[in-house]
């Protein structure tokens, strides 16, 4: 059973445009969901994270939005650049097994010059 | 500099031939855990660690095993590797298991033939 899934699987978007990945949960629990970020040869790294007690949360050009009542998280990622290009991962983890973190399948994203 | 080191970065191996993959940290990081990634799948949970000598099952567990006895140290063991066991593996650490981004090694390519 997959408890976060993720879409689209890829994404192409023209640069200075805006790129939107979803992210949707089931367990009720979880309560930190980050965002990863994935470069070719490399580990994820930490881009954004959110906590349920926010709608909302800005970091520069990116975004999450947070609707707790439909169980939904999203990235925005605005005036996407080329150096954006890379696959990108949303996360869930909390409740009983606070150690346990879930992660989406990955949008592979591609901003054209 | 900090950050997780894993060794080796790429291995190929033969079905049945014990092996071990080592993940170390220099972060004074409580909490680490191991991955997989497969095209498709996104990053599968295998064990975590919450601290020294407590390590719990992620999604995956079937086939690996894992310890924890220095809180620098969560070495990852294939005792008979078996081809479906081919993959991307990633080791992470963060300060705690709560609400902490996780930072990742740059990842094991791992055959086994």
């Known amino acids: 059973q997959q408890q976060v899934k993720q879409s689209p699987q890829s994404l192409i978007v023209q640069k200075g445009g805006i790129s939107i990945i979803n992210c949707a949960y089931e367990?009720?629990?979880?309560?930190?969901f980050p965002w990863y970020q994935q470069f070719p040869g490399k580990g994820p790294a930490l881009l954004i994270a959110i906590r349920p007690d926010v709608s909302e949360k800005k970091e520069g050009r990116f975004t999450i939005s947070f609707n707790k009542s439909a169980k939904q998280f999203s990235l925005h990622i605005m005036d996407s650049q080329p150096g954006d290009s890379a696959t990108y991962f949303c996360a869930a983890s909390g409740g009983t097994n606070a150690g346990k973190s879930t992660f989406g399948d990955g949008t592979t994203l591609t901003v054209k010059p | 500099e900090a950050q997780v080191t894993q060794n080796p970065r790429y291995l190929i191996t033969v079905t049945g031939k014990k092996l071990t993959v080592t993940c170390s940290q220099n972060?004074?990081?409580?909490?680490m855990s191991w991955y997989r990634q497969d095209p498709g799948l996104g990053l599968r949970q295998i064990y975590y660690?919450?601290?020294?000598?407590?390590?719990d099952k992620g999604d995956v567990p079937e086939g690996y095993k894992v310890s924890r006895k220095e809180k620098r140290n969560f070495p990852l063991i294939l005792e008979s590797p078996s081809p479906n066991q081919t993959s991307l593996y990633f080791c992470?650490?963060?300060?705690?298991?709560?609400?902490?981004?996780?930072?990742f090694g740059d990842g094991t390519r791992l055959s086994i033939l």
């Open positions: 972060m004074n990081h409580e909490y």
């Open positions: 992470a650490s963060s300060l705690s298991g709560f609400y902490q981004p996780q930072h």
């Open positions: 660690s919450m601290n020294v000598e407590v390590t």
């Open positions: 367990n009720t629990a979880f309560d930190y």
